[in-house]
């Protein structure tokens, strides 16, 4: 009898060794497939990415790095709401995911659900506030907006935390504005304009003044600049966007410069 109680915990931990080594196999699979599925996507193959992703959800549907890559994929395949009910499920498992309520953001504003959508900013400032990751922490904008035109996506930065008398508040471009901080679709504000303003009584003295350009980088070099709308005060978010798909859709004109490259792309 001794003998016999004396190999069961043997034989449990045997077994728990190879339930481990199991879920370990899984876990190891799961990421190859994952990892496999971002090739395919840098690729342009973002359905083989999203059916790598879902693969791996099936058996594993609280993976985060799952949930979060087929959120992405979904997106850029314009699955808006399948998109969206993996976010829900991934920022129930993890509140604290930045990237997550960023996309939320996107997808919400694409939507048209700005409640979801300024829920989402709010959160997405609470996870940079209580971020354990440094780099996190130390963000001071991030994607909030995607439009899609032919198949690629011009994408709008906000730049929630910068002030003073001349800095740009959001801006809109292809590829990741950031790359390249002068130029795009340019909410910004400058002294020497509201100066100007002010001394022309065109605005009080304690406001500032916004305005909506164009910038792009000639050929020849330098810069070519469209003034498309001037604000008195730092207008919302929602103003100015409407403002950019109104350039997007040629249906607005500068009103000082000429028009450039984004005028009526949403067209050709």
């Known amino acids: 009898m001794r003998v016999i109680q004396a190999v069961r915990p043997i034989v449990l931990a045997a ?25 395919l996507f840098h690729e342009g193959n973002a359905a083989g990415a999203l ?12 993976s985060e790095d799952g949930l979060f890559r087929s959120a992405m994929f979904n997106l850029q395949l314009n699955n808006l709401e399948a998109a969206r009910g993996r976010l829900e499920r991934l920022v129930k498992l993890s509140g604290n995911y930045f990237a997550a309520w960023e996309m939320m953001v996107q ?22 506030a209580t971020a354990l990751d440094p780099e996190i922490r130390q963000k001071t904008d991030f994607i909030r907006d995607r439009i899609r035109i032919n198949g690629d996506d ?21 590829g990741d504005p950031r790359d390249n901080p ?38 020849e070099g330098g810069e070519s600049v469209a003034v498309y709308a001037y604000y008195v005060g730092q207008p919302a978010f929602d103003v100015v ?11 607005a004109q500068p009103l000082a410069g000429k028009p450039g490259s984004f005028q009526g792309i949403m067209k050709k």
């Open 15 to 39: 077994i728990l060794l190879c339930l481990t080594a199991g879920v370990r196999a899984d876990s190891d699979r799961d990421t190859a497939d994952l990892n496999r599925a971002l090739t």
């Open 51 to 62: 059916a790598l992703a879902e693969g791996v959800l099936t058996h594993a549907p609280d």
């Open 107 to 128: 997808v919400a504003q694409e939507q048209g659900d700005l409640q979801r959508r300024d829920e989402a900013i709010e959160r997405l400032r609470i996870s940079i």
């Open 154 to 174: 011009i994408l709008g930065v906000d730049y929630f935390e910068r002030g003073g008398s001349d800095f740009t508040r959001y801006q809109w471009s292809f």
């Open 182 to 219: 002068g130029i795009g679709l340019l909410l910004r504000t400058d002294a020497y304009t509201t100066e100007t303003w002010a001394d022309t009584a065109l605005m009080p003295r304690d406001e500032q003044l916004f305005h909506l350009d164009m910038v792009e980088i000639k050929p």
């Open 241 to 251: 966007r409407a403002k950019v798909m109104q350039i997007l859709r040629g249906e």
